[in-house]
């Protein structure tokens, strides 16, 4: 199972919107809509900031949203702060009952 | 609150093996699956294994197929990873977490048990 592919890196100013893609296959992203994205600073463990594509869990700000396109995901975080800036990884159910992850994208907050 | 504590990481030779621990609390553990995610220096999260909530059906990533199994005593509310023939490519903090119910994610996450493969 290859990992879903994320961008390196992406920036923005405070106040700005960024997007992070997650390019999957019609066996991981494509097949069900149970893509997940976790926010991970340095030395912590990752936390959930979107479940279903596009469900924040409880005390998730409404800045941060999720999406999908066929074999897509993305993640939207509008209104950047300081302190948004960490790694984030999107993550998917698979057709085979696994989960597979993207390569992380490191957001820096400019 | 809902709390996962790992333990029993170390240094292990390869070939070697580990057995990793995680109590679970503030949550009742018996009615969840859960999972072993790991993360090796400086790269991202990999997925390595699930475990019903009573244990009856267990899956994992291809990697660790054959060498890791993961198991559960609810009594004593503690998720276990057995790790055998270890590789050098093992290496990794190894978290425990919680599985959203009917989410298929991950929701809560212990701090990690680093596990470092080397002769």
């Known amino acids: 199972q290859s990992a879903l592919t994320q961008p390196p890196s992406v920036s923005g100013s405070p106040g700005q919107s960024v997007t992070i893609s997650c390019s999957g296959t019609?066996?991981?992203?494509?097949?069900?809509?149970?893509v997940s994205w976790y926010q991970q600073s340095p030395g912590t463990a990752p936390k959930l900031m979107i479940f279903?594509?596009?469900n924040r869990p409880s005390g998730v700000p409404d800045r941060f949203s999720g999406s999908k396109s066929g074999n897509t995901a993305s993640l939207t975080i509008s209104g950047l702060q300081a302190d948004d800036e960490a790694d984030y990884y999107c993550?998917?159910?698979?057709?085979?009952?696994?989960?597979?992850f993207g390569g992380g994208t490191k957001l820096t907050v400019l | 609150q809902v709390q996962l504590e790992e333990s029993g990481g170390g240094v292990v030779q390869p070939g070697g093996s580990l057995t990793l621990s995680c109590k679970a609390s503030?949550?009742?553990?018996?009615?969840?699956?859960m999972h072993w995610v790991r993360q090796a220096p400086g790269k991202g999260l990999e997925w390595v294994a699930r475990?019903?909530?009573?244990?009856?059906?267990?899956s994992n990533g291809d990697s660790v197929t054959g060498r890791f199994t993961i198991s559960r005593d609810n009594s004593e509310n503690t998720l276990y990873l057995q790790m055998n023939s270890l590789r050098i490519e093992d290496t990794a903090v190894y978290f425990c977490?919680?599985?959203?119910?009917?989410?298929?994610?991950?929701?809560?996450w212990g701090q990690g048990a680093l596990v470092t493969v080397s002769s």
């Open positions: 279903e594509v596009n």
């Open positions: 993550c998917s159910y698979t057709k085979r009952a696994t989960w597979v």
């Open positions: 977490a919680k599985d959203l119910p009917d989410g298929y994610a991950f929701d809560f």
């Open positions: 475990i019903s909530h009573d244990a009856k059906f267990k």
């Open positions: 019609s066996s991981d992203v494509g097949y069900y809509d149970y």
């Open positions: 503030g949550f009742t553990f018996e009615r969840h699956p």
